[in-house]
């Protein structure tokens, strides 16, 4: 790998070209999208789902994140934008920040592991989610606070920095003295891989990776897997089932997770993909989280997947909840990412938040 090719969001000349003429036929989709292919759903959504899908068709790492910005760029745009916020950032080492969202408070905080593939910023979307879900529990008497970590993305660094920095959150979070039962965890896509990284890490020690150890007190309230991103390198053949409607196609979870998975060892694999893993991997997780959801999309690559990790995840625990919807790859995230929110998925999903708090 050359110096350039190990720099985040760097394409070469003739990719950066590549790009330009990718856009070029980008409104031509757009429109027709907007025109006559709804699918069911407003025009704005479809129009986002087909931007989607066809960034990830057409683009590689390096053009997505050249085209997306970065985390800390995008969460400034967002408290500018809102203009009543300053940013928040706080340090918390392993060269990993929280970015509070809204008036930092400890006693309850909902932590957010962003999506992305390893390798794609937050964005915008992520922030408006957060702030909805904290405003929705606000206007319902619980008043939270949100904490999004910004962790370093591919090819920057890999695996398993990213599980250091998840860690390294949580640490920070109960060093500061909020308690595991005032902690839920949110992530959706790579970020609920995440989260099961971090689980998987108590409860099997990478202590030779220069992982730092977790050790709860008691355990954490919840946590919420929002289309979580079990199967990296479609095990069992079954991605092609959403094909057609997902914004993310079988070769695009392929190829980005063969570019998460090139630098996991084989022996590590069950922590980076869940349904590698053997078959008691997740005895003790009733031990380090109270309640989980997860969600899945009927029309996502990886709905089949999903549903299968919950069969095995719940035979280790008794508080798992799945709630399967009509939609895409994290479809509760983008919709209340712009503001489609009533009823559902993202209803369903501030409501099991309250219920935890």
């Not at 985040?8 to 790009?19: A, D, K, V």
């Not at 250091?164 to 992530?187: F, W």
């Not at 030779?208 to 897997?225: D, I, Q, R």
């Amino acid at each position: 790998m050359t110096s350039r090719e190990k720099q985040y969001g760097r394409p070469s000349f003739f990719e950066r070209l590549s790009i330009f003429f990718q856009l070029l036929r980008l409104p031509t989709i757009l429109v027709w999208t907007f025109i006559f292919k709804w699918n069911g759903r407003t025009r704005k959504r479809s129009v986002l789902d087909t931007y989607i899908r066809f960034s990830f068709n057409n683009f590689n790492i390096r053009q997505i994140q050249y085209l997306s910005g970065t985390t800390r760029g995008n969460y400034n745009a967002w408290c500018h934008k809102l203009g009543k916020q300053e940013p928040h950032v706080e340090a918390i080492g392993e060269n990993a920040n929280l970015l509070w969202l809204g008036e930092r408070r400890l006693e309850k905080v909902i932590l957010c592991f962003h999506g992305g593939a390893f390798t794609v910023p937050a964005v915008e979307g992520h922030m408006k989610y957060l702030t909805h879900i904290r405003t929705r529990l606000g206007e319902r008497g619980v008043n939270v606070s949100v904490a999004l970590l910004e962790y370093t993305l591919i090819p920057v660094a890999a695996f398993p920095t990213q599980l250091k920095q998840g860690v390294t959150a949580i640490k920070h979070l109960l060093s500061l003295g909020v308690e595991p039962q005032n902690i839920q965890l949110v992530g959706e896509s790579a970020g609920a891989n995440l989260i099961l990284q971090v689980l998987a890490h108590i409860l099997h020690p990478l202590d030779n990776e220069n992982v730092p150890p977790l050790s709860l007190p008691s355990p954490l309230k919840g946590a919420c897997l929002i289309s979580p991103w079990v199967d990296l390198s479609d095990i069992h053949g079954t991605l092609k089932s959403g094909d057609s409607t997902d914004i993310l196609t079988t070769n695009s979870i392929r190829y980005l997770g063969a570019e998460v998975l090139k630098s996991v060892p084989k022996e590590y694999l069950g922590y980076v993909e869940a349904n590698s893993a053997k078959d008691d991997w997740w005895k003790g997780a009733d031990t380090l989280v109270d309640r989980v959801l997860i969600t899945a999309g009927r029309e996502e690559c990886l709905n089949d997947e999903i549903i299968r990790f919950k069969s095995v995840f719940e035979t280790f625990h008794s508080q798992v909840l799945l709630q399967e919807h009509q939609g895409v790859h994290s479809d509760p995230v983008m919709a209340m990412g712009i503001g489609e929110s009533g009823g559902g998925a993202p209803d369903m999903i501030i409501d099991w938040f309250r219920a935890g708090f």
